[in-house]
C-alpha cells in the first residue's frame, strides 16, 4: 500500500535540503519516498537512529545526521505509523543479534517502560512474545525492548498488572492485557524456569556429586552464560576449578590457560559457561576472564583476557571458527595446536581509557574490575556470545556483510564502551606465535597512550 504524504529533509542548516509531496511504500527494509518527476528517496529502516510523532507528524532521525519530517497522511496516519514501526522493529530484531527462536508471540496489551529513576520513558499498545532467552515488546509507535532472562531480578502481580523489574532497577509494566493475562504470566514463569533448569544441568554435568543447593546458588551467578568469579564459585564447590581445568585441558587451551593464569590474580579469573538452547546439538560455550597482574606493581593492571571454547565443535574436532584466521594462520597449525579452542584467538581489553602520564588518576582497582566485568557480561550477553562486532575495524564495518553489526553498535551502549575498551587479539596459529603475541601485546598496551590505538599482528 502507498500512502501519500508530504515530506522535508533537514540537514545541519534550517533550511530544507529537499521537500515535496509523495508517495511513501514501505517493505521489509526500506521507506520509499518517490515524488513526481524526481529521483526517489529509498531509506533503510537502519538508517533511522529514532522514531519521533508529534500532532499527526512524524520526525526519523538518521545515521546521516540527517531529519526527514513526514505529514499531511490524513486518516492513515497511525496506520502508516504503525506499519513503519513493526516492520522496523522486525528488521532490528535480526540486526540487534537477537535472531533466536520464537516460542510464543502475540499477546497484545499495554506496556509502560520506566528507568531506574521511575520515569516513563516509553508506553503505549504492544505486543508480548516469549524467545529462548528473552521477552520481547514490540510497540505500536517505539523501538522495541528486549529484556535477558537473566537480568529479571523480581515479578509480581498487582491489580491484574505484570511488574517485571530487572537488576538495573528499571521496570516494565504490562497491563490490559485481558483474557491472555493468565497465559503471559505463565509464558513468563515457564521461560524463566528453563533458562534456571539449563544452568543447573550445565553445573551438575561439570561436578556431579555437588549438592542440590550448592548447584542452585552457582547456577544462579552463572544463569544463561555470565562470567563468574573463582572467589565466588569456590567456598560453594572445593571441586569446581579442578574439573573446569580438566575441560579446558580437554579443549586444546590448557597451555594458554596455565600462561594466563600465571599472569593473573587467581582469585578474580571469572569463567561464564553457555549451554546451547538444543543441548547436545549446540554444545557448551565456556568463556574466561582473566585479570592481569601488572608486574611493576603487584596490583591489577587495567588488562583482562578473554579466552574461549565450544566443547561440541571441539568433541566434532572442527578447525573452522567462528573468527576470521587467514589460510596461511590456519596452515601453520600443527596437529597438536589444531585441538585448540574453536575461538580461534585471545581477546585483550583495557578496564579504562587510556590517559597521558600527566593526567592519570588513581582509582580503586577492584571497582574498575568490577564495573568491567558488569559491562563485558551485559555485552556478550546482549550479542549472543558473538566476538565479530567487538574487533571488527571501521573500515571492515563498512562492508555490506556487516550491516547488522553496524546497527548493533549504534543500539546497544554496552558494545560501544566494549570496542572502545578492545585492544587487540591474538590468533591461535601455533603455541609459540600465541605466546610471541601476547606478549608484544601486553607490551604495547603498557606503553601507549593513545586511546584509540589498537594492536595489530606484528606491532612492537
Known amino acids: 500500500m502507498e500512502f501519500a504524504l508530504n515530506y522535508k529533509l533537514f540537514g545541519n542548516e534550517s533550511n530544507p535540503k529537499n521537500e515535496g509531496e509523495a508517495k511513501a511504500a514501505l517493505d521489509e527494509k526500506y521507506l520509499t519516498l518517490t515524488v513526481m518527476f524526481g529521483e526517489p528517496m529509498l531509506?533503510?529502516?537502519?538508517?533511522?537512529?529514532?522514531?519521533?510523532?508529534?500532532?499527526?507528524?512524524i520526525d526519523l532521525s538518521l545515521t546521516s545526521n540527517e531529519t526527514l519530517n513526514l505529514w499531511g497522511l490524513g486518516y492513515h496516519y497511525e496506520d502508516f505509523l504503525f506499519q513503519l514501526c513493526k516492520l522496523r522493529?522486525?528488521?532490528?530484531?535480526?540486526f540487534m543479534l537477537m535472531d533466536e527462536t520464537l516460542i510464543q508471540a502475540g499477546f497484545q496489551g499495554q506496556y509502560s517502560s520506566l528507568d531506574s529513576n521511575s520515569r516513563i520513558s516509553q508506553n503505549g499498545g504492544c505486543e508480548i512474545r516469549f524467545y529462548d532467552s528473552a521477552i520481547l515488546i514490540l510497540p505500536q509507535k517505539n523501538e522495541l525492548i528486549r529484556i535477558p532472562y537473566c537480568y529479571i531480578s523480581n515479578i509480581s502481580k498487582?491489580?491484574?498488572?505484570?511488574?517485571?523489574t530487572d537488576e538495573f532497577q528499571g521496570k516494565l509494566i504490562l497491563t490490559q492485557i485481558?483474557?491472555?493475562?493468565?497465559?503471559v504470566g505463565k509464558a513468563l514463569?515457564?521461560?524463566l524456569n528453563k533458562m534456571n533448569v539449563r544452568a543447573q544441568q550445565t553445573i551438575k554435568e561439570l561436578i556431579p556429586e555437588a549438592t542440590p543447593i550448592a548447584i542452585s546458588k552457582i547456577a544462579s551467578q552463572m544463569k544463561d552464560g555470565r562470567a563468574t568469579s573463582r572467589k565466588e564459585i569456590e567456598p560453594l564447590s572445593a571441586s569446581f576449578w579442578a574439573r573446569l581445568t580438566k575441560k579446558i585441558d580437554e579443549s586444546g587451551l590448557i597451555a594458554e590457560y596455565d600462561f594466563l593464569n600465571s599472569l593473573s590474580a587467581r582469585d578474580e579469573v571469572c569463567v561464564g559457561i553457555k549451554r546451547g538452547l538444543m543441548g547436545d546439538l549446540t554444545g557448551t560455550y565456556t568463556w574466561l576472564l582473566f585479570p592481569l597482574i601488572d608486574p611493576a606493581t603487584g596490583k591489577f593492571g587495567n588488562t583482562v583476557a578473554l579466552e574461549a571454547f565450544n566443547s561440541q565443535e571441539n568433541k566434532e574436532q572442527h578447525t573452522q571458527t567462528p573468527d576470521s584466521e587467514t589460510e596461511d594462520e590456519l596452515n601453520q597449525k600443527t596437529a597438536d595446536d589444531k585441538k585448540t579452542a574453536a575461538t580461534g584467538a585471545t581477546y585483550f581489553f583495557k578496564t579504562k581509557k587510556r590517559e597521558p602520564n600527566a593526567q592519570k588518576t588513581e582509582e580503586d582497582p577492584s571497582l574498575e574490575l568490577s564495573t568491567f566485568l558488569k559491562t563485558i557480561n551485559r555485552a556478550m550477553i546482549e550479542i549472543n556470545f558473538r566476538r565479530e562486532p567487538i574487533y571488527l575495524t571501521e573500515d571492515q564495518l563498512e562492508s555490506t556483510e556487516y550491516t547488522q553489526y553496524r546497527f548493533a553498535i549504534v543500539k546497544i551502549p554496552s558494545l560501544k564502551i566494549l570496542r572502545d575498551l578492545f585492544i587487540g587479539r591474538v590468533i591461535h596459529a601455533s603455541k609459540e606465535q600465541w605466546k610471541a603475541g601476547v606478549t608484544s601485546l601486553l607490551a604495547f598496551n603498557t606503553q601507549s597512550v593513545d586511546?584509540?590505538?589498537?594492536?595489530?599482528?606484528?606491532?612492537?
Open 43 to 57: 531509506i533503510m529502516y537502519t538508517d533511522i537512529v529514532k522514531i519521533s510523532d508529534y500532532d499527526y507528524k
Open 89 to 94: 522493529n522486525e528488521l532490528m530484531l535480526k
Open 158 to 164: 498487582q491489580d491484574y498488572s505484570l511488574i517485571i
Open 178 to 183: 485481558g483474557q491472555y493475562f493468565d497465559s
Open 189 to 191: 514463569s515457564d521461560s
Open 451 to 460: 586511546n584509540d590505538e589498537k594492536w595489530v599482528k606484528g606491532d612492537r
